[in-house]
């Protein structure tokens, strides 16, 4: 049984994907770090990488050249200012050359340098081929991204580790029966079993700590693209709509942070279709800032990574006003499970699974994490988690232009609706009366995953990608 963590499924990182763009990036980090251990870094003479499947096709619109060269360079996803990010680019470009890691520089040419093979691999739509050369041989090293930024070199290498680490969880889940099992036979709800889990790989401190990060920086990114108007790069021209939203909806209360902020529109005219225009404004804010190369937290996945903030949102400024870190606490502990319970069983990657793996994995999360804050219970909140994924089974991942923009942004929006109504659903649903439990839904959407046709994979070659034309745009 895989060992998934709360903050393996919330990552902090740089969009616009997490499977082709963080993955990669962290692919080039960790392939740094295996010629350091082999001591052999410092005699590399030239490296390249090439580039396959999915990450091929699909490679230019989501930035993983750039994510590539971004990792080779040495630079941090989560701390880099955003700002630099093409400055680097085009110093590569310009000089032909890279600062290996930081340290040495080396002859690199992008278009030479980084290949783009539309061959699949065998284990993984999303695999890349580092080659360095070192006294005069080449030595390669394939990665896998296999989605939500998560690396593998191949199928299951890191199991063993993995075992080892379940061996200190108190309580190990794979399926949702097991996680209920615990929950009755503790008495506690979800979040309390999961913060156990955690606790036995770092303290209590350090996890409020991270959870402080995770939450800051969704807030921060909500914030930023609800504040940011103007034109997404990339070619479609797709205007960034949450920040005219925004502008309808927020009143003429001051405010100069993201948290001040937050109070503010805790005081606005509370309607159905205002509340349904601030959903969807938090989610597209966030969608657009991660379509714009910004910093976004994987939840589970950099495309979906608005769904999440935009339910915690909707309960902190419109459900519960007294609502602190402790409800922020449970949530994100609650999703994080119920994410893991997903790619244990199923998968997070669009390029296996389409966007089911994506969106509806984020609407089943925030729709069972917020079924808990409104009291529903341990049952209740599998409910929500599996009625927000049944109805997003067979969703295909056919980004135009393979760009995260359309129909990817809006898909977020719908999403996270349809997880407050998911979790309204499983309140006033008796658990006796389930027809569909959630392990049930799980093996379905992987069942559903495998069955679809490799062009609704998030390589852009069926449905949207192709009916719309770039020169439409």
């Given at each position: 049984m895989e060992c998934i963590s709360v903050f393996d499924m919330l990552k902090i990182g740089i969009g616009p994907s997490s499977s082709h763009t963080l993955g990669p990036w962290r692919a080039a980090e960790q392939w740094i770090n295996e010629l350091k251990q082999k001591k052999c870094f410092d005699a590399v003479e030239s490296i390249s990488v090439d580039l396959y499947g999915s990450l091929s096709l699909t490679g230019k619109g989501h930035a993983t050249d750039y994510a590539v060269m971004l990792g080779l360079s040495?630079?941090?996803?989560?701390?880099?200012?955003?700002?630099?990010?093409?400055?680097?680019i085009d110093d590569i470009k310009a000089s032909k050359t890279i600062k290996f890691n930081n340290e040495k520089i080396l002859a690199f040419d992008p278009s030479i340098n980084i290949k783009f093979n539309k061959k699949f691999l065998p284990f993984h739509a999303n695999a890349l081929v580092f080659t360095a050369k070192i006294n005069g041989k080449n030595k390669k090293s394939t990665f896998y991204s296999i989605g939500g930024g998560f690396v593998v070199k191949e199928e299951r290498k890191n199991a063993k580790r993995n075992k080892e680490i379940l061996k200190t969880f108190p309580y190990p889940v794979r399926l949702g029966t097991e996680l209920l099992e615990f929950c009755k036979n503790l008495?506690?709800?979800?979040?309390?079993?999961?913060?156990?889990?955690?606790?036995?790989?770092?303290?209590?401190?350090?996890?409020?700590?991270?959870?402080?990060?995770?939450?800051?920086?969704?807030?921060?990114?909500?914030?930023?693209?609800?504040?940011?108007?103007?034109?997404?790069?990339?070619?479609?021209?797709?205007?960034?709509?949450?920040?005219?939203?925004?502008?309808?909806?927020?009143?003429?209360?001051?405010?100069?942070?993201?948290?001040?902020?937050?109070?503010?529109?805790?005081?606005?005219?509370?309607?159905?279709?205002?509340?349904?225009?601030?959903?969807?404004?938090?989610?597209?804010?966030?969608?657009?800032?991660?379509?714009?190369?910004?910093?976004?937290?994987?939840?589970?996945?950099?495309?979906?990574?608005?769904?999440?903030?935009?339910?915690?949102?909707?309960?902190?400024?419109?459900?519960?006003?007294?609502?602190?870190?402790?409800?922020?606490k449970k949530f994100l502990l609650v999703a994080g499970e119920i994410g893991s319970i997903f790619k244990k069983g199923a998968t997070i990657s669009a390029a296996m699974g389409g966007c089911q793996a994506e969106i509806g994995v984020s609407s089943a999360m925030a729709a069972g994490a917020l079924t808990e804050l409104l009291g529903g219970t341990p049952e209740q909140v599998l409910i929500a988690a599996e009625i927000a994924m049944e109805h997003h089974l067979g969703l295909t991942c056919d980004p135009i232009g393979g760009l995260v923009q359309v129909p990817c942004i809006e898909r977020n929006s719908m999403g996270a609706i349809k997880a407050i109504n998911a979790a309204e659903l499983a309140l006033d649903t008796d658990p006796e009366n389930t027809k569909v439990p959630l392990d049930k839904v799980v093996s379905t959407m992987w069942e559903t995953a495998k069955d679809m046709n490799s062009k609704y994979k998030e390589t852009s070659e069926g449905g949207l990608a192709i009916g719309v034309n770039l020169v439409d745009c």
């Open positions: 040495g630079a941090d996803p989560e701390t880099m200012p955003t700002e630099n990010i093409q400055t680097i008495n506690l709800p979800i979040s309390d079993i999961v913060l156990e889990n955690e606790k036995s790989l770092r303290t209590e401190t350090e996890i409020d700590y991270e959870l402080h990060r995770i939450w800051n920086t969704m807030l921060e990114c909500m914030y930023i693209g609800c504040h940011t108007e103007g034109n997404l790069p990339g070619g479609l021209n797709v205007r960034r709509r949450a920040h005219d939203s925004h502008e309808k909806l927020k009143g003429n209360l001051p405010y100069n942070t993201p948290q001040e902020w937050l109070e503010t529109i805790r005081k606005t005219e509370v309607k159905f279709r205002a509340i349904l225009k601030w959903v969807i404004c938090f989610a597209l804010s966030v969608n657009e800032v991660n379509a714009s190369l910004g910093r976004v937290v994987t939840a589970p996945t950099n495309g979906s990574a608005g769904v999440i903030p935009a339910v915690l949102m909707y309960y902190m400024v419109i459900e519960n006003h007294q609502a602190d870190f402790s409800h922020i």
